[in-house]
């Protein structure tokens, strides 16, 4: 089994999740997602004595999980694509601003030499 803390496959014993502070019971589930069961198991891995939970669950969740990561990925990366564009635009926008005031103060220049 994977220790999170020795970030390794590690040979660990299964003990109660109440002595890790859980309430007992292993079957578990989500009240607005009823189709979201699982089995909680608490563990404790030989090598580093680290105590953690494990969930058992269908893996048609874990492969939902891996597709809604993707997209979220992707998500993320055209967020981040749009801040970059917004930023160059707001910029553009500033110094179009800033030509335009300088315009204005010629034309006001001009008519008063008039």
Known sequence: M???KCRKIRVCA??????????SGQRWYRSEHPDINWFRRGRRCKKCK???TTAEMNESFL???AKLREALSGLKKNA???IKESDAASKSLKKLG?????????RVYKEAEV
């Open 2 to 4: 994977w220790c999170p």
């Open 14 to 23: 299964a003990i109660p999740v109440t002595y890790l502070g859980y309430e």
């Open 50 to 52: 680290h105590e953690f």
């Open 63 to 65: 492969d939902e999980l």
């Open 80 to 82: 981040e694509e749009y």
């Open 98 to 106: 800033e030509s335009l005031s300088v315009l204005r103060a010629l």
